[in-house]
Structure formats: C-alpha cells, structure tokens
C-alpha cells in the first residue's frame, strides 16, 4: 500500500474503521486467553484442595461396607 492509498484511506474513514476493528479484535483474543488461563488457576486450585481434604470415617461401619451383599 503506497502512501497516497494511505492519505485517501485515512480521510475517507476505512483506516480508522479497520484499525477499530482490529483493536476489538485484540481485546476479544486478550480476554479468552485470560479466562483461560485463569479458569486452568482454579481447576488446579480446586484439585490441590480435594486432595487434602480430610476423609470422616463416620460412614465406614460393618454394615455399609456389606450392605450390598
């Protein structure tokens, strides 16, 4: 693109149109990547504290080991 279809991009109003366009773009892209990553930060979070999480051995009986026998 020479420097005049710049000019007469410029003042006809496509260039500022596009560049819009393309900042929306970016933003949109930004904000997925981020949701990811933090939506991975949870899940990992979520996991570590299942796994310490401390087991009530109300429930472990005789009777609820076998009851479906």
Same mark, same amino acid.
């Given at each position: 693109m020479t420097e005049q279809e710049m000019i007469q991009l410029k003042y +006809?109003?496509?260039?500022s149109i596009m560049t819009d366009y393309i900042n929306v773009s970016v933003q949109a892209i930004g904000i997925l990547i981020a949701g990811i990553i933090i939506w991975r930060l949870i899940i990992r979070y979520q996991n570590k504290k299942l796994s310490t999480r401390f087991k009530s051995d109300y429930?472990? +009986?005789s009777y609820s080991?076998?009851?479906?026998?």
């Open positions: +006809s109003g496509e260039l429930f472990e +009986s080991k076998h009851w479906r026998k």
